[in-house]
Nanobody, 127 residues
Framework: QVQLVQPGGGLGQPGGSPRLSCAVN????????TGWFRQAPGKEREGLLC????????YYSDSVKGRFTISRDNAKNTVFLQMNALKPDDTTAYYC????????????????????WGQGTQVTVSS
């Protein structure tokens, strides 16, 4: 059973560089893609980035390109979202997600293809 576990949220300062983590269990990295999304109350979910089963990364959103990056630590079963140059507009809940893509897939799936989801981490950017 695939499980994604995210720790509780926190406060970030404008211009700050926090790193979100997501512990994953029940799947193999070389058969699954993982991604990061965010969703504010009353708004549509926004796909941010993906890391493919073969460790290639793709941006879903231009709003974070150049500021956020995705990475994973296979040994620690954790995927990360490194956030840089935080803005107040980045205040929202962030979700990690995963989907089976088969062995050797280097392309990221469409944002709507994700099947497994973490419970979300609230990030509040305020000075």
């Amino acid at each position: 059973q695939v499980q994604l576990v995210q720790p509780g949220g926190g406060l970030g300062q404008p211009g700050g560089s926090p790193r979100l983590s997501c512990a994953v269990n029940g799947f193999t990295w070389d058969h699954h893609a993982t991604g990061w999304f965010r969703q504010a109350p009353g708004k549509e979910r926004e796909g941010l980035l993906c890391i493919s089963s073969m460790d290639g990364s793709t941006y879903y959103s231009d709003s974070v390109k150049g500021r956020f990056t995705i990475s994973r630590d296979n040994a620690k079963n954790t995927v990360f979202l490194q956030m840089n140059a935080l803005k107040p507009d980045d205040t929202t809940a962030y979700y990690c997600a995963a989907v089976f893509t088969g062995y050797g897939g280097n392309a990221c799936p469409q944002p709507y293809d994700y099947k497994y989801w973490g419970q979300g981490t609230q990030v509040t950017v305020s000075s």
